[in-house]
């Protein structure tokens, strides 16, 4: 199913971004899409929706992952490369999604100290190879 999620974006304006997710019950699914834009969700959150003539729409946050999500935008060309190989070492179990060559949005497990992932991304950004935003944080 195709959950549509209202929020606002940088500039105050209403955005939407649809996310996939497996329904659990009448108006309960889970997220099984990283948001790329959406801040305070993460990959398996489990959340609330109103069916509206066939269309889902995000009520609430039910139950948290525990995942937390970084969105992260490339200023310096190449530079999501060499970031993406790194957090690859740090996290076996990587999940990103890319919106384009210069944008993309990273999964981290609850399980991973996201200190370490943090020190990282400070590293890149101090560098100002890139901007990040923390969108959700887990249970860290």
């Given at each position: 199913?195709?959950?549509?999620?209202?929020?606002?974006?940088?500039?105050?304006?209403?955005?939407?971004?649809?996310?996939?997710?497996?329904?659990?019950?009448d108006?309960t699914?889970?997220?099984?899409?990283?948001?790329?834009?959406?801040?305070?969700l993460?990959?398996?959150?489990?959340?609330?929706?109103?069916?509206e003539?066939g269309?889902?729409?995000?009520?609430?946050?039910?139950?948290?992952?525990g995942?937390?999500?970084?969105?992260?935008?490339?200023?310096?060309?190449?530079?999501?490369?060499?970031l993406?190989?790194?957090?690859?070492?740090?996290?076996?179990?990587?999940?990103?999604?890319?919106?384009n060559?210069?944008?993309?949005?990273?999964?981290?497990?609850?399980?991973?100290?996201?200190?370490?992932?943090?020190?990282?991304?400070?590293?890149y950004?101090v560098?100002?190879?890139?901007?990040?935003?923390?969108?959700?944080?887990?249970?860290?």
């Open positions: 199913m195709w959950l549509n999620i209202n929020f606002y974006d940088y500039e105050g304006n209403i955005a939407l971004e649809i996310l996939e997710c497996r329904q659990l019950g108006n699914c889970q997220i099984k899409q990283i948001p790329l834009f959406a801040p305070n993460a990959l398996d959150d489990v959340v609330l929706f109103e069916n003539n269309v889902c729409y995000f009520e609430g946050l039910s139950l948290a992952s995942n937390s999500t970084v969105q992260i935008v490339e200023l310096v060309e190449n530079s999501l490369d060499k993406y190989a790194e957090l690859e070492s740090k996290i076996p179990q990587l999940s990103f999604c890319f919106y060559q210069r944008y993309m949005a990273v999964n981290i497990p609850r399980e991973v100290v996201f200190d370490e992932i943090r020190s990282v991304l400070y590293e950004s560098l100002s190879l890139i901007d990040f935003k923390e969108a959700c944080l887990g249970f860290i």
